[in-house]
Structure formats: structure tokens, C-alpha cells
């Protein structure tokens, strides 16, 4: 079976930092390409950062979390993180991992559940 299990997610204050995990299994973890895409209340939801399959040498990152956000990703684990830094209240959003059977995040095969951000002002 597979599954995308987001955690990490929480409440923080703006400015802080928070680190979300996103671990796999029930595929092989380095033929897909993993991204991070979150949804805010009354809005869509939209791509935050991508790492690419096999060795995870590209990046991808949305302008607005571009120098804020780093995404990585432990193989040996299949465990992808998003580490968060400078949060501001904009970024309180539901995030999800995904994961594309491709060389980066083109059409997401699977998802996970999603995981609470909120930034307090």
C-alpha cells in the first residue's frame, strides 16, 4: 500500500521555524520525484517545492518561500523534509507532500493527507 505521511506541522509564531516530514512507503522512494504544495483556507492550493528523483540534485521553490524554505530529502530513510524558516502568517496553509513517477513534480501520482501550518501574527 502506498503512503504519504505528513508530520511536523503546528503553530508558531511569525518568524519562527517549523520542519515537516514527509515520509514514504509502498513505492520505490527513489524513482519519484517528491514536492510540497499547501492550501489555505478559501484558496488554492499551490506548489511550495519540489526535489527531483534519483540523486535529488534539483530544486524547486515558489517565489514567495524562495531563501525561507529548503527542501531535502533522506533516501535512506524515504523521508522528504521541508525545513521552514521566517514564517509569516501568509504561510499558514494545510501542507501536502506528493509524489510524481517522474524526474520532478510533473502530474502527482500520490498524496498524503496533509499536515496544519498556522503563523500567528
Known amino acids: 500500500e502506498v503512503q504519504l505521511v505528513e508530520s511536523g506541522g503546528g503553530l508558531v509564531q511569525a518568524g519562527g521555524s517549523l520542519r515537516l516530514s514527509c515520509a514514504a512507503s509502498g513505492f520505490t522512494f527513489d524513482d519519484y520525484a517528491i514536492g510540497w504544495f499547501r492550501q489555505a483556507p478559501g484558496k488554492e492550493r499551490e506548489g511550495v517545492s519540489c526535489?527531483?528523483?534519483?540523486?535529488?540534485?534539483?530544486?524547486y521553490y515558489t517565489d514567495s518561500v524562495k531563501g525561507r524554505f529548503t527542501i531535502s530529502s533522506d533516501n535512506a530513510k524515504n523521508t522528504v523534509y521541508l525545513q521552514m524558516n521566517s514564517l509569516k502568517p501568509e504561510d499558514t496553509a494545510v501542507y501536502y507532500c506528493?509524489?510524481?513517477?517522474?524526474?520532478?513534480?510533473?502530474?502527482?501520482?500520490?498524496w498524503g493527507k496533509g499536515t496544519l501550518v498556522t503563523v500567528s501574527s
Open positions: 526535489i527531483g528523483s534519483s540523486d535529488r540534485s534539483s530544486t
Open positions: 506528493a509524489a510524481a513517477r517522474s524526474d520532478f513534480c510533473y502530474g502527482m501520482d500520490y
